[in-house]
T-cell receptor
Framework: AQSVTQLDSQVPVFEEAPVELRCNYSSSVSVYLFWYVQYPNQGLQLLLKYLSGSTLVKGINGFEAEFNKSQTSFHLRKPSVHISDTAEYFCAVSEAGGTSYGKLTFGQGTILTVHP | DADVTQTPRNRITKTGKRIMLECSQTKGHDRMYWYRQDPGLGLRLIYYSFDVKDINKGEISDGYSVSRQAQAKFSLSLESAIPNQTALYFC???????????????FGQGTRLTVV
């Protein structure tokens, strides 16, 4: 079984400032890691994913995340945020090795609010 | 993703009523999932299906049932709705975890269910 902890429930930040959304996970097996974003009144959109290979992954809208196996973390970063980045962000894991990319364990979510 | 369609988008129902939420997809994926989202809890898996003849319970299946009518259709039923089933429900699909396949899940727009 896996568990995911997003360390901040809310992150306020000013426009053009950098931001980091923190995610830690626990698992007895190897995992795939994902970040999803949910804009108000919308579904979930994939930002980026780590399946294997380079531990630094780049996603859409200027976001990137780094997989740190020793610290079991997958923090999301953006060097300069925009008002339009205001949304809720979810970190999620699935068991690696072939069961399913859709059988996900999610964190609690982090609400990012970008102020002008 | 418009390829995963949920109906209805919003529903208010009374305690004790039976209600069905429907999901259809045009992705051609074999694997389908139902999640519920609650504030501060993220998304939790209710049921999942890896093909038409396969149904599996997720983390929080009590009080719910599902039906996989076809590869493209996966319905979630609440046999006797109760207020703590008030939540945002998401359907998702994913491809087989094989080389060359889409390595991610695709989510519908969600169904907001209120049980009064």
């Amino acid at each position: 079984a896996q568990s995911v902890t997003q360390l901040d429930s809310q992150v306020p930040v000013f426009e053009e400032a950098p931001v980091e959304l923190r995610c830690n996970y626990s698992s007895s097996v190897s995992v795939y890691l994902f970040w999803y974003v949910q804009y108000p009144n919308q579904g979930l959109q994939l930002l980026l994913k780590y399946l294997s290979g380079s531990t630094l992954v780049k996603g859409i809208n200027g976001f990137e995340a780094e997989f740190n196996k020793s610290q079991t973390s997958f923090h999301l970063r953006k060097p300069s945020v925009h008002i339009s980045d205001t949304a809720e962000y979810f970190c999620a894991v699935s068991e690696a090795g072939g069961t399913s990319y859709g059988k996900l364990t999610f964190g609690q979510g982090t609400i990012l609010t970008v102020h002008p | 993703d418009a390829d995963v369609t949920q109906t209805p988008r919003n529903r208010i129902t009374k305690t004790g009523k039976r209600i069905m939420l429907e999901c259809s997809q045009t992705k051609g994926h074999d694997r389908m999932y139902w999640y519920r989202q609650d504030p501060g809890l993220g998304l939790r898996l209710i049921y999942y299906s890896f093909d038409v003849k396969d149904i599996n319970k997720g983390e929080i299946s009590d009080g719910y049932s599902v039906s996989r009518q076809a590869q493209a259709k996966f319905s979630l039923s609440l046999e006797s709705a109760i207020p703590n089933q008030t939540a945002l429900y998401f359907c998702a699909t994913s491809d087989l975890p094989a080389p060359g396949q889409e390595q991610r899940a695709f989510f519908g727009q969600g169904t907001r269910l209120t049980v009064v």
